[in-house]
């Protein structure tokens, strides 16, 4: 079955900018899109179609992608961006949907 | 304002059945295609499967560890999403969310609180 692949931990200091990957075979021709999940809470979209932000997201969340690999970056990473980051995407029959196995983000 | 309600959840005995509820208001569900995603103590989100709109076909899809025992359907008339679970084993043991797709919703995105199923003996 189809897999995105991601960091399990990245580190950073505040103010600093921290880059989460995330690789699947699919992603040249599949959009991906990035959850935020805090403790306790339910998922929140911070990217969507590799580079969109959604409305009331800040702007120093940002996407890109390239061939077989999408990465989010927070630019400028703030404490309140401590959080685990999942990946989701699309198998190449467009049917089946993905997490990444998520990055769990320490801004200290 | 937009809500996502789950219920249905509980304890279940391995090989039992158990009906997830998921009640929408606030926007337009007939619309919406939805999944379910779930998510194992301290584990991270796994899709379930997803439904589309009844208008686009209402095609459903499920991850390979529960399909053939799970089935998702809607009642647009309800406003409501279902997730029908038998032959429940303990790896399903995870709290179970309803969201809308975001590849068919531009950028809006809604989850439920989410729903525990337990299964365990």
């Known amino acids: 079955s189809y897999e995105l692949t991601q960091p399990p931990s990245v580190s950073v200091s505040p103010g600093q900018t921290a880059r989460i990957t995330c690789s699947g075979d699919?992603?040249?021709?599949?959009?991906a899109y990035w959850y935020q999940q805090k403790s306790g809470q339910a998922p929140v979209l911070v990217i969507y179609?590799?580079?969109k932000r959604p409305s009331g997201i800040p702007e120093r969340f940002s996407g890109s992608s390239s061939g077989t690999m999408a990465t989010l970056t927070i630019t400028g990473a703030q404490v309140e961006d401590e959080a685990d980051y999942y990946c989701?995407?699309?198998?190449?029959?467009?049917?089946?949907?993905?997490f990444g196995g998520g990055t769990k983000l320490t801004v200290l | 304002e937009v809500q996502l309600v789950e219920s249905g959840g509980g304890l279940v005995k391995p090989g039992g059945s158990l009906r997830l509820s998921c009640a929408a208001s606030?926007?337009?569900?007939?619309?919406?295609?939805m999944i379910w995603v779930r998510q194992a103590p301290g584990k991270g989100l796994e899709w379930v499967g997803r439904?589309?709109?009844?208008?686009?076909?209402?095609?459903?899809d499920y991850a390979a560890p529960v399909k053939g025992r799970f089935t998702i359907s809607r009642d647009d008339s309800k406003n409501t999403l279902y997730l029908q679970m038998n032959s429940l084993k303990s790896e399903d043991t995870a709290v179970y969310f309803c969201?809308?797709?975001?590849?068919?919703?531009?950028?809006?995105?809604?989850w439920g609180q989410g729903t525990l199923v337990t299964v365990s003996s």
């Open positions: 969201t809308t797709d975001p590849s068919t919703m531009g950028g809006v995105n809604y």
């Open positions: 606030g926007f337009t569900f007939t619309n919406a295609w």
């Open positions: 439904i589309e709109s009844k208008s686009d076909g209402g095609t459903t």
């Open positions: 699919a992603l040249p021709k599949k959009y």
């Open positions: 179609e590799d580079s």
């Open positions: 989701f995407s699309t198998d190449s029959s467009g049917n089946h949907r993905v």
